[in-house]
Every structure is written in structure tokens, then in C-alpha cells.
């Protein structure tokens, strides 16, 4: 029996939970793993505030430094979030000859790259499960658990907040303001929600899924990315009354040159199993090429879920410590010699379905203007639904799903129809996922 | 770069699947491992059939001692099923230093503490991943995802057939002979289908997984096991008017004094996300007391999605070789001198609400008996809901879903009815699963 020495950068909401499980339930811990796992020393900003654990027989320093340099630490755990400070604090620790077990999504998104570098050339191992999807295992089982497949598209629920919002908003006389109140009321929201809600935070967890599932390097910068703000509870009932919910997916998948890396508002057939999953859940649908369709779910925020990630982190470092440097699990889960450099291409790339929601002046003029120019692209009309104006019944808003089309072919479309002024320019537009 | 060279016991569908992922995704896999793994050779019954897949350079033995005792092979791959034979091969080869990976259910359970304590003798690995629900990597998230939490308990849809034969059931004029026999015709169930109609199939697996949460012995003999022949479509209506579907689950979960493992149909709250699981595919529930619940779906059979599991056992034990052998994850997930001697209790120890539903000739008067009896047991009624008979309306089929109460009592209150001559003894009982 060892003891392995934790120094934690950070004692937040996470920092707490990890330091909650290292105190409960290190017994049926070290039934599993027969090593003991001490905090040593914590690194908080402000000595003198209030901590959500006892902390007795911890050093507490406010100098991330003490940590980082401890010479006694064997795994630093960043739970302090940015990306410049822990960056910084990281490549030090990694110089170090330190393991590391973060749950920074962002610094892993954008900065992983040059950290699984360093850490290579240094021997030691950069673990993040609870970068992605909080308490759910999916890089694992992306990682280890799939390691027999070529993996053919991944698409997931990777933000709560979003998907809590989208869920509520299907009641009765929500809409998305009002549901965004409630959402920061009960602190499943920020007060400034963009990085949520417009799926800045879901696009750094769906660059790192997508380099684990295809052997790329972490390209954030070309994860597009669409927020849910724009969605109406019109939108919702409609998709409804065709077969569909709307949820906010991470979607990447292999196209004909490389691969397409997405964020953005979905339709997704209320067959498939993950259009059932609400409210701050989370899940990962993952489809390899022997596996078939497969999918993992859980809760992805809070101090418990997340800390059981980086708890599971630690473990995998101490089992892993003694194994060949060549023989562990690469960072991204291909050897760094083995990334491929195919091009993560434009979403004018991609082939979707797309649901169409438009109002017009002139419903029978506009009809076969509208059916006459998709015609023109060789776009199909899978499904058409058309509500007269309370007003005037020669108004009216009609909703199309379209087969699958290229993206570039449906702009194209759509832009005509503008320039007709068959359409108005708020024509909204949402993909429709094929999870099939 | 070095070669790892496979010994396979077995060329049936799972044993064809694992050889075609060697073939055709070889490049993908050397990505990840930065190894080389061939298959050198295999043991088959009869010669002379055809084979699945090509095997051109492989030698084909109808001797399995030749795969065993073979001086280059590095690990066993047994897929040959049956449990006398297998156990007998297993033990020579983890003598003769093999590493070991099988999809053998039965064999794992039944005789998994033995081998699990010899390949500890001889520093080999046993790896079981595709034993359990097919292609989804559920072995490898409760043994390392999870292995921060003490897992409070799990529920599983871990018999593609049977699931397949209760969601068909719920569509008008089905029944469960008639679903059978479509089933065997699709080659969903076998031609004796005792295996998995009757919970035998689930249970081996049940035992396997409960092992892995709670770090326990094989205990395969104290698997409580019933099986969904008795479910009658009318069961499953009542249940879906109630809020309820009828699933065939293995759950395993802890008692007051120490476990309960059982395999028996459950009904499940339409809005717990399981519930909707349908079809051939599995899925499996844990509940960790710091992650909270999560879900790993997937299909549980076939020959891509079992090969999908064995092919990842090997690429773990490829990664696993170099670790010292004591940091490697233990073969039931905690180590062999933490297992708890805690014991599994019987079936009546258990804490669950109750569907019951039975005939009764005089409505009125059996209503105030069944309340009252029940009240006499201290048992809640939570859903009460009566059809009258349609040729006399005094007749009535009469639908319970009581409170949790201990199943001791309530066959006590069960046995009080029947002598009373309240019910008769065709009283249909189904527990109902709690999974919030």
C-alpha cells in the first residue's frame, strides 16, 4: 500500500465534491485499488473564506505555486477553471514530472494540443473525464470501451442548462425569457448565460469528444457553433406535432473529405432514445462501426457528479503509474504519431434534413412559389404543415421538413426564396439529426 | 511495435465477429495501441465447415489443447460457451501464463471465483467485458468509471430476447406464445428458449455485475430468478393505464444486512428513461451514491457488437501487461482480500411496491375483504382500478399497485386472501422497480 498525494488548484463547488468523496468513500476506494490517496495541499484565492469541507490536516496556501512545486504532490487536480492562470500552472506541473487530472473543458478545447505534448515528452499522464458530461464515463468508454471500432458519429446532450431550458420550454405558455428566469433562479443558469446558451461551453466538450472518437487534434476553432436563444416554443409545439423534439446537440461525423465538428439546435425523432432525456441530464449517443448505436447518460454538472470524474482520474493515474509509458492510454486516445490530419470541414458541408418555419402573406401564391424553388435544388419535401393566420386566412405559417440535402444547396435555396420575397428574412431554419 | 498473437477457442458468430475486426479495422486499432495483434490460431469442432470469415495464414486445430499450449500465443480468447470444457481450458491456459478474455457468461458466474484466484496465482489477467450486455463497455464503467462511488444499486435490461418479447407484447392481439414464436423465426430466441424467457441468461449476468458494484463473491446460486412467461398482454395494458411498462430487469441492490440479487419482471414509471428501452437492445442503470443515476445502452448481442467487447478486452490486456500486477484493475473490480463476506439475502428480505391483479366473482364484497386484509398487514393501496366482467357485472378483474412493503409480509397478506377465498390462486404479482 501506497500513498498517493493530491494537490488541488482550486476548492470550489468541485474542489469541495472531490475532496467530499477523498474523505467518505476512500474505504471502498482502497478496496478497489489497495493504495491510499491523500490531499496534501489546496490552493485557494482567498485564505479566509468559508470552505464547503473540513480541511483539517490540509495545507492551505493561496499561492497555486506551493502546489504545483510541492515536491511530495504526485497529481495535481485543476478545479479552478480559466485557461491562461491554469495553463500556465499546468505546463509548470507537467515540467514537474506531475500528473495531472483536470475538469477544464475550455483548457482542454483549446489548449490540450500543446499539454498532451509536453506531457508526452515529460512521461506523465493529463486525465479529464469530467471535462465532458460531468459523472457520465464517456471518454473512457469512448477512449477504452469502443477501442474496437472506427467510430462513425457521435451526438450528444452536453449542456444541462441548455437542455433544461428546451425541456421547460415545452410546457404550456413558456418561452425561452421566461424559462431562462427560472433556470437562473434555481442556479441551473448563470447570470450571463452565453456560454450555455449559446453553446460555447457544449462546443468545448464536443471538440474533445470528437478528437477522442476520430483520432484528430483538438480543433475548437472549427467547431461551429449555434446557440439555443433563437428557438421559440412555436418551434417546439411544431416539431412536436410532426414527431420531434427539439434538443441542443453536439454532433460530429465523418464527411466525405474529413470530418464536421457541430453545436446546434436538432430536431430528433421522439423514437430515438435520447429525445427522452430531459431536464439538466446528460447524454452521449455514440455509433461505432462494429457496436452499432450505443448511448451514456447521467447527470453532467454538480459537485458530486463531477468529483466522482476526477476521483475516477486519480485512480486511473495510480493504476496507470507503474504501466510502460507506451503502453497507457494516449491523451487523446490515438498515439500523437497516429492523429490524422484530415480537414474538419465548413457546415456547408454537412447533408441534413432541416425543418423550415416561415410565415406568408399569400398562403396558396406562396406555397408554389416556395415547393417550385426547392424543386429547382432537387430539395424533397419529407413532411409540410401549414396553420392559417387567426387573422387573415389568406396568411399563414408553414412548416416544411425537408429530406436530406447538402447545406450549401439548402442556403442557396433559401436565398432565392428571399430574394422572391416569398419568405420573410426571419425564415427559421433548424437541422434535423439523423441518429438512425 | 510488437505483436500480440491470439489464441481463439471457438469460430461461431462472436468468434467470426472478433476475426473480421481484426481484419478490417487492424489500422484504426494500431492508432490507438501502437501495437500489432494477430490471430495465430484456432480451435474449432469440425474441420471441415465453413467459416465465416477468411482464415487464410491462421492454423486451424479441431484440438483446443493445441490453442492453450501453444508457445507463442499471449492470450486465450474463449468463445466456445459451455461451462465444463471451457473451465478445463481456461484453467491450462492461465497455468501455462495465457491471458485470458471470454464472453462466457455462465462460465464467469459460475465458476469465476476459481479462475479469477488462479489467474491471480499466475499474474494473468481475465478480462469479461463481452460476458454482459453485448457491445456496451458497462463491465469497464462500473469497475473504473464508477470506482469513486459505492454503488448503491443497479437495474438492467440484460436479455436482448426477452425485452424484445415484452415490448411486442404491447401491441394489439399479441400475446406471449405468439411473440415467441415470431421471435424464433427472426432468430431472436432460440429453439429452447428456457435460457432467456426464463431469467437464467440475465441472472449470470446479474451475478457477474453485482460482483462488480459491490465487491462480492460469484454467488450465481443466490440469483433469484422468475421468468416473463406468466406476463399476459393484459398485464402489460393494466400497467401502461397505470403509468407503468413491464420489463424484464436484474437488479441488484443492498439490504439492511447485505445484498439482494434478483431477476424477475418489473413494472417501471413510464418516465424513467429505461422504460423506454425497447426491443433486442439492453441497457443498464447504476446508481452511485456521489454520480447519482446513470444509463449505458446499446445492443447486447450479435456478432459486431460482442466482438466489439472482446476485441476491447484485448487491446486492455495489451495495455495492462507492463502494469505491475498489482495496480492492474482486479478481476472483480476490488481486490481478492476486500471482498465483503456480506451475505445475499433471500427474495423475501426485499422492500417493493406490488402489481396485483386477480379475479373476483363478487366485486363489492371482495374489495372490502382485499382492503381490509391488506390494512391488516399494514400495506397502502396506491392505484386501485377494476373491470367489470363483461358477461356479469358482480365479476370484476380487480388491479392493485400497493406501497413498498417487504415481500414477507405481503405474501402473508397474499397467503390470508387465497385462504379466504377472496382471490384465487392464479393471483398475478409483478414488483414494481423504484429506479428515482
Redesign the interface.
Known sequence: MKTFKIGLLGLGTVGG?TV??LQT?LD???????HNIEVSIIAVRDLNRPRPVDTTGITMTDNPENVINHPEVDIVVELMGGTALAKDLLTQAIKNGKHIVTANKALIAEFGNELFALANQNNVIVNY?AAVAG???II??I????????IEWLAGIINGTGNYILTEMAQPGADFEKVLKTAQELGYAEADPTFDVEGIDAAHKLTILASDAF?IELQFNKTYTEGISKISAQDIQFADLLGYKIKHLGIANRTKNGFSLRVHPSLVAKDV?IA??DGVMNAVMVK????????????GA?A??T??????D???V???????V?????GL???TD?LTQAPVESIEEITSGYYLRCFVNDQAGALAKISATLADYQISVEQLHQEPSENNPDDATLVIITDKVKESVLNQALQKLIELDVVDSQLQRIRVADLG
Chains 1, 2 share one sequence.
Not at 468529483?307 to 475516477?312: D, H, I, L, T
Not at 507506451?326 to 494516449?330: A, E, L, M, T
Open positions: 465534491g467530499n468523496i468513500t471502498e476506494i482502497q478496496r478497489r485499488i489497495g473525464e459523472g457520465i464515463p473512457k468508454a477512449r477504452e470501451g469502443l477501442a474496437a471500432n472506427k483520432g432514445l427522452n432525456v461505432g462501426d462494429h457496436v452499432g448505436p450505443t448511448m451514456y447518460y447521467g447527470p454538480g458530486g457528479p468529483a466522482s470524474a476526477v476521483v475516477a486519480i485512480i486511473d495510480i493504476r496507470a503509474q507503474s504501466q510502460n507506451d503502453d497507457r492510454v494516449p486516445g490515438f498515439r497516429s
